[in-house]
Each structure stands twice: as C-alpha cells, then as structure tokens.
C-alpha cells in the first residue's frame, strides 16, 4: 500500500529530523558547557564537536533512508555510499586539512554525510517516486503529531515514576 508507506516513510523521518535538530542543539549547546566545566583542558576540541553536531541531524536521515533503501533491496545506492565515502572523503581531507587544520576532518565528515544523505534520498526517490518529502510535511504538526507527542510524554513518565520506585 504505497500511500500508507509514504505516510509512515514521512513520519518516521519527520520524527527522527526532530530528534536528529535536538540533539544536534542540544549538543552544540551544552557540550561546550560540559567540556569548559569538566574537562578544561579539552577545550581546543569543542570547535570540532560544534561542526560535528551537524552530522546528529543529517544522520537522522541518513539512517531512514538507508533502512529503506535496505528493505527495497537498492544496493546499487548501498554501494555508491561505499565507492562515494572512498573517493571523496581522501579528496575533501587533502583540501581541508591544511586550511583548517583538524577541524577540516569534522567538516569532511559533514559533507561526506551531506553528499551521502543526499544521493539515498534521491535514489530513493527515483526508485520510488511517491516517497518523496515535502518541507511542508517534515514541518508541520497534527492531530496524529499531537496524539504521537502526548503517549511518548505519557510513557516517559510512567518510565521516570517506575524509576522512582
């Protein structure tokens, strides 16, 4: 049933871009904190993990598309990842490294997932067209959003209280 796969194909990602945004906040956000504070020596790292934080929303799609892209059986795309991660990650390292020094490794990572995350999704949607996404889709919120957000909010505190006991 193509139209209730390409509902639970854009809720799963819009679900898991969500999580992939607040994480990557709250990563970009509070880690430096937490290093400032507990590891002050490690402070030259935090520039790094400040462009790595991009990769938490990129690999929230990056493991969707994959997955599908498994249960459909497309390893062409599978291994254009392998042959793209191959090729490009040495040529973006040669011309990072030396004009940001370490943090050229972070940024090659961002754009290897970019690239990556880009051409499954295209592939995917070449494959099969009616999965595409729209923005409005990933973006807006729902009943069923409101319904989604209200059992995990009720479960997490049963979760907490159980906890507690």
Known sequence: ??????YLFTRVTKYSLFLGLIYAGISFLVFPLGVKLFFPKYQAAIPIFGVMSLILVLYSLYKIFRMVLVVFKE??????RSIDESLFAPLFLFILLPIFGVVGT???WVLTYTMTTVLFYRYLVKAHP???LRIKDLFSFD???????????NYSLR???LKKI
């Open 143 to 153: 009943k069923h959003d409101k319904e989604f957000l209200i059992k995990i909010i």
């Open 75 to 80: 390893q062409k795309a599978l291994l254009l």
């Open 130 to 132: 009616y999965l595409s």
């Open 1 to 6: 049933d193509r139209k209730r796969l390409k």
């Open 159 to 161: 979760l907490i209280k």
């Open 106 to 108: 972070a940024i090659e």
